[in-house]
């Protein structure tokens, strides 16, 4: 356990307000105010106050925005770090900087140097997944976005006049609200949910879930457990499963070996971080589908905190064949290495893209253009995730399948995973968040600025402070004629 300073915290805050104050940020105020039938208009509305959406608010608000976050949580619960996520630690390695964008300060590391000290991030091994909802935290009360908790989007409307119509239902009611963009930041599974094979719609809720869903894992105590799936989740459900006291596990998986290296760690580089979102589409598919076939492995921790348990079993090579009810309402697993008797089964099967199955989307879902209206794979290369992926402009805006049938989509930008084929990992991941809301914040300033340029030239002609006051120099007489 780490001894914590007791003003560390405070000496780090300050630094960071000088930081800003010598780096001359936020910048000052410069949008333009404006109103709707005489009600202030957001500039930037953010749905999901989590990391992606902390950081895109930040990036913004450091280039002179006010943008407003909008969450359905609880203060202090927002993404998934103290809620439905299981791992012990995050898979990120400690050293990278996150959400910081670029400011030392604000790292992780500075935090958590502050107040556990030098030696301890020496021997600081993986982020503890608890700490890190600390340390977000934290980010959240130093960069003073405004964030309204317990704020539930239900439907999102662009309007043909540079607007989009937001209906909130918060503890006072349900609110109407305008803004001039908005950024869908709500993680990994906000385009859609979970991903669920059709047989699981056979089995009765009472005996299945998904890995993110909010189970109490103390429910399966004595039951016997299976969890389908091998990735970080799988683990993450399985060992929590065994540590809250399941009777048995059976982990179900579908291939002959698990993964053994992480490709996406491999692509990570400036390369990629920078250069994805140029690459001709044919590379970008090539890509993210090859990254997506040799899957992620499951963290070796994740691994070994499931193994060390002699009634945990991996069983390979081990698809569903069939599932049947026994009479005494267990459940019969049918597989090519034979019938398991199960009382719950654990979906780790991942996260679908389904703008329909997001009621707050409906007015958008059938309008927005997708990878798979945009190209045609070469042969097989198809993979359902990169074809439901939304194609993004450069700002990471939505465009329409049929222009001019939803005008004001382009005002939508989406900074969460599904956003990866066409920006690269620059937006749900921890290691090029900060490139990614920045890439975001600037494009949105840009937008505005070529909005606003008659007014904008309107203040530059009005601007009226001098830099001389007419006593700083005398006129010369005129020169005599020389005879």
């Known amino acids: 356990m780490h001894t914590r300073a007791h003003n560390g915290l405070d000496l780090l805050e300050t630094r960071l307000r000088q930081d800003l104050s010598w780096l001359e940020l936020p910048s000052k105020p410069w949008m333009i105010n404006k109103t709707n039938a005489g009600k202030p208009v957001i500039e930037v509305a953010v749905i999901g106050a989590g990391m992606a959406g902390l ?23 927002e993404g998934p770090w103290v809620t439905t996520a299981r791992m012990e630690t995050l898979r990120s390695p400690k050293q990278l900087t996150g959400p910081a964008l670029g400011l ?13 000290g030098d030696q301890a991030w020496t021997n600081l091994d993986k982020i503890p997944r608890m700490q890190w909802m600390e340390y977000l935290r934290w980010y959240r009360k130093v960069t003073k976005l405004e964030i309204r908790n317990e704020h539930l989007i239900l439907e999102v409307n662009p309007r043909e006049d540079q607007l989009v119509e937001l209906l909130v ?14 950024i869908i930041a709500s993680g990994r599974d906000g385009l859609g949910g979970p991903s669920l094979p059709d047989f699981a719609y056979k089995i009765p809720p009472q005996l299945r879930a998904h890995s993110s869903d909010p189970l109490d894992y103390h429910s399966l105590k004595g039951k016997r457990v299976g969890v389908i799936g091998a990735g970080a989740s799988a683990m993450d459900s399985a060992a929590t499963a065994l540590e809250c006291g399941a009777k048995s ?4 998986i579908r291939r002959a070996d698990l993964p053994r290296v992480n490709k996406g760690k491999g692509a990570g580089n400036p390369g990629l971080t920078h250069g994805h979102l140029d690459l001709p589409d044919a590379w970008k598919w090539r890509l993210r589908h090859y990254i997506n076939a040799q899957q992620v492995p499951p963290p070796r921790g994740s691994t070994l905190r499931v193994s060390k348990h002699a009634n945990a079993r991996f069983n390979l090579g081990c698809p569903i064949d069939e599932i049947t009810i026994n009479p005494d309402g267990s459940l019969a697993i049918l597989t090519p290495k034979g019938i398991f008797e199960l009382d719950f089964l654990i979906f780790a099967t991942g996260f679908k893209i389904d703008w329909l199955a997001r009621p707050e989307y409906a007015v958008i879902a059938k309008h927005l253009r997708t990878w798979g209206d945009r190209y045609q794979h070469e042969a097989g290369l198809a993979d359902r995730e990169l074809q439901d992926s939304p194609d993004l402009g450069a700002n990471f805006d939505l465009r329409e399948k049929n222009p001019g049938q939803c005008p004001g989509l382009e005002r939508i930008h989406v900074f969460c995973y599904p956003a990866a084929l066409s920006h690269g990992t620059v937006s749900g991941d921890i290691p090029a968040i900060s490139d990614g809301a920045k890439r975001l914040a600037q494009g949105i300033v840009s937008l505005f600025y070529q909005e606003d340029i008659a007014d904008h030239f309107e203040k530059i002609q009005n601007f009226s402070e001098p830099e001389l006051m007419g006593d700083e120099w005398s006129a010369a007489p005129p020169p005599q004629t020389l005879k």
């Open 249 to 252: 596990v059976d982990m179900l």
């Open 104 to 116: 030392p300060a604000l790292t992780f590391r500075a935090w958590f140097e502050a107040q556990f």
């Open 55 to 77: 950081t895109a608010g930040t990036a913004l608000s450091l280039l002179g925005i006010h943008p407003v976050l909008f969450d359905r949580a609880a203060e202090g619960y």
């Open 169 to 182: 239902q918060h503890p006072k009611g349900i609110e109407k609200i305008l803004a001039r963009r908005v």
